[in-house]
């Protein structure tokens, strides 16, 4: 199981008609149970492409499969990609409980039940159901946030920039315990971030994306030990 | 975070079906949902207000401009539309002079009581013009507490009741912005030694204009579009546009000088909504706002603005209605209750057809069904408008679509319940003896409204919640329901009191369309004050009061609904 990017083109509308090619023919793979870590200056595209993975955007060219069908063709909800945001995007007219289990429709109650409280304790905030979201912190809102978005078991699950909100203390710790969790749940992860020492701590393999493009794509060590090109050098500050 | 041991995640393989088009539910559902309103709004706003105005252009199915030429020839015509822009030129500035005091007293400061004094202001916009009209005429007819000014029948009288309607558009659009001003640009002018009148000349006023504009437009408009206050203070001397359009259709017959004032009225509206528009949305991008912030009223340094919002609060909007409440319980006979028993007879020589409560329960049943209708279709409305689609051209069709459905707001209710007239009296569509006619219009005049309430609310969702939702595996009817839902409530609440109060006080269009046997309580009102004798007077201002309380307990019970305060009214 594992899904598969081909010469995917994102582009939109500009400003005075015509259009800007956000995502320009990126392809890449990612195995079952990996982490991929997409790491870039901002407005390179990774965002981009994260929504068109998800449904989001529409893709221009090129194709997205898992186990090798293409799910161009497959609305946002029957995809079964989890995105999580980069300020949670937790709904306020429900608790905490309500937001795990949103995803979770169809599930017997008690079933549900259970299924909350085992994610709220993989994200360390036990007995959390019945709060309101307005009266968590950011760190929590962000925890809250990768429960629910873990919850109905996507068969791939994409991280946009989900630490970028939070204060560099927090950001260095949660960081380690969010890749913590990503291992322990084995779940397919692609993970958005313009922030080096967070790639390298979640991801198996890091890419780098500069303008559009996928520059190199590889094991941490490879990438940071040997750039591809002198604006991936520079980038990395290597 | 734990070390409990969470078992393995095996991805439980969905349903993935292949389907045969990118053309989804969510974006099918948003086309029927445009299509619906956009044919009503065809059948039962284009074509009657559309044949209207050809009539003025077209004769004998020949293009004919000569009806313009002749109509705007007329001595009549020409002082009708003088006397339209004197009122509405004159009622504008006064309510702007007397509502920016208004503002700086009921939203800069604050006081004990400014709460209850706000909401007093409020009542007014939402009476039924029936209703004003009655009340300035009793308190300023002869015989009337104030009836030594004179002013009865003057212009004087129709200024300061159309200064009465708006004054709170104009306090509650400057207030709204005044309160959120940074009031350090104020404190910056004073340590720069200038003194108060100067900064607030030269810091505080330009930065309220774009607010003041806003408000003297929208203003402006309703003025000059006032149908039954100026019908009934005008009396043969005073009209706008709106009264002489009926009085052409209904005294004189002529059709042809009616489509074409309904065509000046047009052209009147449009510059005014243009204006409106361009002033709005330089209020948007607007100065450093913050959190509404007040001090404590100062009696020394506020004395001016107080004074003034003292006598406009007693003297202009709480007299007229209390007079007009004490007069209700005035018969010859002396005090009594005597007005309200009358109420359930025809007035005096038979004056009506139908006893006043059962015009009552005429004007609730179609109030009931113009609020269904302008709801539903005005939620259809909102829901596509708040859409924010990536395409160009899609974002364009939403902004035509928005423009589109505030062109009732533009063309006045006369004019629809006179296109009314002329369209759908005959096939295909004959509708004149159906009872459908009436809750139809009301809710072509609601419509705009009901759009403004819901959509702001609407389009204050972050399209990323619903982007969420999608993800974690809701469809589009789901995430309609569960993100949009919440949201959707609370704003309906305003809109159907909105839609409510103006069925229940809505003349213009209805004065053309109820028919004899099955008037409304403004219609019967309207006639009762048009018929000699004192007991028809004293049932008038029985049902006014009657009429008053129940607008003003519609939309208090819709504001309690209210929790924010996204919309724009």
Known sequence: ?????????????????????????????????????????????????LRAVAGLEPV???????????????????????????????????????????????????????????????????????????????????????????????????????????????????????????????????YVT????????????????????????GAPNEVWGAPASPAVAEFLGV | MTTTAAPPEVAAPRVVRRQASRLHLGALGLGVAALVPLAFLAVFFAWPVGTLIARGFVTDGALDLSGFAEVFARPRTQRIIGQTLLQATLGTTAAVLLGVPGAYVLYRVSFPGQRVVRALVTVPFVLPTVVVGVAFRSLLAEGGPLGFLGLDGTLAAIVLALVFFNYSVVVRTVGGMWARLDPRATEAAATLGASPARAFLTVTLPALTPAIASAASVVFLFCATAFGVVLILGGQRFGTIETEIWVQTTQFLDLRAAAVLSIAQLVVVAA???????????????????????????????????????????????????????????????????????????????????????????SLRIAVDATVLAVVLGVLVAVVVSRRPRSPGARRAIAGLDAVFMLPLGVSAVTVGFGFLITLNRPPLDLRSSLVLIPIAQAIVALPLVVRTVMPVLRAIDPRQREAAATLGAGPLRVFAT?????????????????????????????????PDRPTLPVVIFRLIGRPGAENLGMALAACVILAVLTAVVMSLAERLRIDRTGEW
């Open chain 1, 1 to 49: 199981m594992s899904l598969s990017v081909r010469d995917v083109v994102v582009t939109y509308p500009a400003a005075g008609g015509g259009v800007v090619t956000a995502v320009d023919r990126v392809s890449l793979e990612v195995a079952r149970g990996e982490v991929v870590a997409l790491l870039g200056p901002s407005g390179c595209g990774k965002s981009s492409l």
């Open chain 1, 60 to 190: 221009v060219a090129g194709d997205v499969r898992w186990d090798g069908e293409s799910v161009l063709d497959v609305p946002v909800h029957r995809r079964g990609f989890g995105l999580m945001f980069q300020d949670g995007q937790l709904f306020v007219h429900r608790d905490v409980a309500g937001n795990i289990a949103y995803g979770l429709a169809g599930m017997p109650r008690a079933e549900q039940r259970d299924r909350v409280a085992e994610l709220l304790e993989l994200v360390g905030l036990e007995g959390y159901e019945r709060r309101s979201v307005a009266t968590l912190s950011g760190g929590e809102r962000q925890r809250v946030a990768l429960a629910r978005s873990l919850a109905p078991r996507p068969r791939l699950l994409m991280l946009d920039e989900p630490l970028s909100a939070l204060d560099r203390n927090l950001r260095e710790r949660l960081a380690g315990e969010v890749a913590e969790i990503l291992r322990r749940a084995h779940v397919t992860s692609l």
């Open chain 1, 194 to 217: 313009h922030d080096h020492h967070e790639a390298r701590t979640v991801a198996d393999r890091v890419g780098v994306m500069i303008a559009g493009r996928l520059a190199q794509l």
């Open chain 2, 272 to 362: 005014a909504l243009w204006v409106a528009g361009r002033a709005r949305s330089a209020r948007e991008r607007a100065l450093q706002l913050r959190a509404a912030h007040t001090a404590p009223l100062r009696l020394r340094r506020d004395a001016v603005p107080a004074a003034v919002t003292g006598v406009v609060v007693l003297v202009l909007l709480v007299a007229p209605l209390a007079n007009l409440a004490v007069r209700s319980f005035h018969t010859p006979a002396g005090w009594s209750l005597d007005n309200y028993r009358n109420l359930a007879t025809t007035g005096g020589t038979n004056a009506l057809t139908v006893t006043v409560w059962e015009a009552l329960a005429n």
């Open chain 2, 483 to 515: 993100i949009d839902g919440p949201h959707l409530v609370r704003a309906l609440g305003l809109a159907v009191g909105f839609a409510f109060a103006i069925s229940l006080g809505e003349f213009g269009a209805t004065a053309f369309l109820a028919r």
